[in-house]
């Protein structure tokens, strides 16, 4: 069960990322935002200011200090004051804006992201585990919003300080000052070089994240048969090797990160000791006013704080970037299936007449192992077809096809006399119901999952939808009757229960074309001839697909078509295809003289 990584983008495309920058990528996020990121960059610029104006009290207070001038001296500590509480009221609005700003951002990304994921084609999720789609959206999306919310406030409040305090010291002392500017290209030079490196671990380390995550979300899916199989120790390993291999990438980018910090720490520093030292020479020469060397020594520091903070901020920088790419990775990925610019309308009402011309289909994870193969077939408004044949013969491909989950290699599938590529999905989805082989049922109510089948059903259509499907007994017994929660994946139910939550949800849509996969698989005899009495019912006036291994569900089809190798090897009522002699007659030999023979 385990996963590698799932693969990133290529050198080239990295090459290029660096180069136009990764984050550039969320400016379509942060654009609908502007007023208030602008307001918060002017919060932001305005405590900068503030700050930029402590050294210069100082400064007053340290060259006045001998003066005996009480008044004055108490003025400014006045003003002191007065700055300090502007400069806290001015940095609390900034955290409010830049937060908020950052939510707000984050959560678009989140929605776009789950938007876009949420429509692509099985083909998609035949790539890539759904924990790792989640991790995505989790973990790297939390790493944006560090970023967002915080890093890049810092960052821009540090430049404006560097900046300033770097114009403040050059009126202060510009012999000084040249020698400070002389260490800034020395600090530079490995924040640029170890900064590269550290963007790259960033991916890695979110890559490996994403793919225990996919592991946990596989095995936790699961965690009946892999304690049934006793695999706990197999798949404890597994989620080990995962976890260690993310936190040996963490362990690097931290490494590597310190490694950065310490050398510009030292650097910046060892540069403020030596502007410190010949300063106090000048002061001593009379060059400079105490009260000046100490400004431009707290100006020194200011900057010196900021580079720091820059180096620091850079780090997290760069792993937003990978994490952004990985983000826009999903964002960009091409689905295979695609709808139309222009939607064909459908006839109204649709009728249901479903054609297969010519249709070939093999699944892209098999390209060389046709599914379909040349497939040609009418089905008439309203008519009850059943398809029967061997494991692997196309039969599910038929309906997933009908849904558009995958289109045709060639030949094409017409609703009423139109493609279905010229539909949008959504429009002749609406005109479909499905009953999967492996129903879905949601962790919430019985009510609510039946519901999912049309949301504005009301409670007693919902009531009368699980009658129709057998269901309504079981549900009532249940300890709060329909708002009962049902866990997650149905878990509180059998596997009969859960089909015919699936199936009153297919009742409930009332739709035009049915399509029954597998739907009384799971059924003991019973609920089986309650819920085909419902089916039978139900398809009388709507074109209906049956997936069947029980030929006892398909008996009273209007017609049988089977199956094998993906192509149609005969058609016919149940007596007509019994009294042919070929694998139908074969089947029904089986199931039911083998099977009378064994009761």
Request: glycine letters at 8%; aromatic letters at 6%.
């Amino acid at each position: 069960m385990a996963r590698t990584p799932t693969p990133g983008p290529t050198q080239e495309e990295r090459k290029k990322s660096r180069k136009l920058g990764a984050l550039r990528a969320l400016v379509p996020f942060v654009h609908p935002y502007r007023p208030l990121m602008i307001a918060a960059i002017l919060a932001l610029m305005i405590t900068a200011m503030i700050s930029l104006t402590l050294p210069l009290a100082v400064r007053r207070v340290i060259d006045n200090f001998g003066s005996g001038e009480t008044e004055l001296l108490d003025q400014y500590f006045v003003a002191a004051l007065v700055i300090a509480a502007l400069l806290a009221l001015g940095t609390g609005l900034r955290y409010a804006l830049v937060t908020r700003f950052g939510e707000r951002v984050v959560a678009d990304i989140r929605k776009a992201v789950f938007d876009r994921v949420i429509g692509m084609s099985p083909e998609f999720y035949e790539k890539i585990m759904t924990g790792e789609v989640l991790s995505r959206i989790t973990t790297d999306t939390t790493v944006i919003l560090s970023v967002i919310g915080s890093s890049v406030s810092i960052a821009l409040r540090n430049l404006l300080i560097v900046t300033g305090g770097l114009v403040f010291m050059l009126l202060t002392s510009a012999k000084l000052a040249a020698m400070v500017l002389l260490i800034v290209p020395v600090v530079i030079v490995p924040i640029l070089i170890l900064g590269r490196r550290l963007r790259v671990m960033s991916r890695e380390n979110q890559d490996w994240i994403a793919a225990s995550s996919g592991n946990a979300s596989e095995s936790l899916g699961a965690v009946q048969t892999v304690q049934a199989f006793t695999n706990e120790t197999a798949s404890r390993a597994q989620f080990a090797r995962l976890t260690e291999s993310s936190y040996d990438a963490a362990q690097r980018r931290i490494k590597t990160r310190a490694v950065m910090t310490v050398i510009v720490i030292f650097l910046v520093f060892a540069g403020v000791v030596g502007v410190l030292w010949m300063g106090a020479r000048d002061v001593r020469a009379g060059d400079m006013t105490p009260g000046a060397l100490v400004q431009f020594v707290i100006y020194a520091v200011m900057v010196a704080g900021g580079v720091a903070a820059l180096s620091e901020i850079w780090g997290e920088l760069q792993r937003a970037a990978g994490a952004t790419e990985r983000l826009v990775e999903l964002l960009n990925t091409t689905d295979s299936v695609k709808d139309p610019v222009d939607s064909a309308a459908l006839p109204a009402p649709v009728a249901g007449r479903i054609a297969f011309e010519n249709v070939q289909f093999a699944y892209p994870a098999r390209p060389a192992a046709p599914a379909l193969n040349g497939i040609n077939l009418v089905i008439n408004p309203g008519e009850t077809i059943a398809f029967v044949g061997p494991s692997g013969a196309g039969k599910t491909t038929i309906i997933q096809l009908i849904l558009r989950f995958y289109d045709p290699s060639s030949g094409r599938i017409t609703l009423d006399g139109v493609d279905l590529r010229e539909v949008a999905r959504d429009v002749f989805r609406r005109s479909v119901a499905l009953v999967p082989q492996d129903p879905v049922i949601f962790a919430t109510s019985a009510r609510e999952n039946i519901r999912f089948g049309r949301p504005d059903a009301t409670d007693a259509e919902i009531v009368i939808a699980a009658k129709a499907a057998a269901a309504d007994t079981f549900i009532s017994e249940l300890p709060d009757g329909y708002d009962s929660y049902l866990g997650e994946r149905g878990v509180m139910l059998s596997g009969g229960q859960k089909q015919r939550i699936a199936i009153a949800r297919a009742i409930l849509r009332d739709a035009p074309v049915l399509l029954l996969d597998e739907a009384t698989s799971a059924l003991d005899a019973e609920s089986e001839r309650a819920v085909q009495a419902a089916v039978d019912k139900l398809s009388a006036d709507r074109t209906t697909l049956i997936v069947a291994h029980r030929l006892a569900t398909v008996k009273k089809a209007d017609r049988i078509v089977v199956m094998e190798a993906g192509q149609i090897i005969d058609t016919g009522t149940h007596d007509e295809l019994v009294s042919k002699g070929g694998l139908y007659a074969r089947l029904a030999r089986l199931q039911f003289t083998d099977g009378m023979a064994a009761e």
